[in-house]
């Protein structure tokens, strides 16, 4: 099988080759993507996955690149993006029909625009709809969970619709992060604003910028919440904020934040990330889990 035929085939559907893996995530770390393409609707994620598929090409899907650590090796065969072009709002009442490529920023600030109320807690949230569904993504005790009715995904180059139940989702999990299914969009139901919304929005912003390092590059929180405890504050307790691993630093702001000061590479985080948990564990006997999705070439 001549591999070159397929990636003639996606290039001419507007993938793009050698693209570097650092601009597409908030780390700014990694390696180039040696195709990359970003679709514009279910139907042609379809085509190019059946493409992929046929040529024997490894696939890769992304969103808001908030949530992930890219290897300075790169990223073999092709990167999908879920953006900007997948985000159009639908609605009818309360109801919202949503495309998986838009931003959380931008969904808070347009449903408040229209009057109703639900997702305050996710205005600062750099991530986009579709990796927030995944991983049912949360702030502040909210999460996404109780304001999905339905996710529409593909698995297996189909396009499936399933109304979303109690136990589909769990605490940074979802059954729509498995079996390389792809969420494509989501209908969520909002409540009337009671007037206080936009207010709440600004409030949990406030809160993020002034407890969080947002003037540098980071993934957001790097370690899940242990059961019992804050990952934070055991990283704190451990007297690691401050410490380095080549530009890789835990946040003196926050110290279950790691950043790049500017020359990280994808090493120092892992290196740092081995660091922390081992420090952690003989200490307090707490095995830290990552948050943060690292992909790529191995290292």
Known sequence: MNMSIY?????????????LMSRMTTFKIGGKADLFIEPSNSRELQEILSVAKEGQIPVTVIGGGSN???SDNGVEGLVIRIGDKMSAVEQVGNVFSVGAGILLSSLTKETIRRGYMGLEWAGGIPGR?????????????????????????????????????????GYRKSIFAQNNRIVVSAVIELLKDDGGAKDRMIEMNNKRKNSQPLAYPSAGSVFKRPEGYFAGKLVEDANLKGVSVGGAQVSEKHAGFIINTGSATCKDVLDLIAHIKKTVFEKDGVMLEEEVRFIGRKM
């Open 7 to 19: 990636v003639e085939k996606l290039l001419s559907m507007g993938a793009a080759a050698d693209v």
């Open 68 to 70: 992930l650590l890219v």
């Open 129 to 169: 709809l579709g990796g927030a569904v995944a991983m049912n993504a949360g702030a502040y005790g909210y999460e996404i969970k109780p304001l999905l009715s339905s996710v529409e995904y593909i698995e297996n180059g189909e396009v499936c619709s399933k109304k979303v139940e109690d136990a589909d989702m």
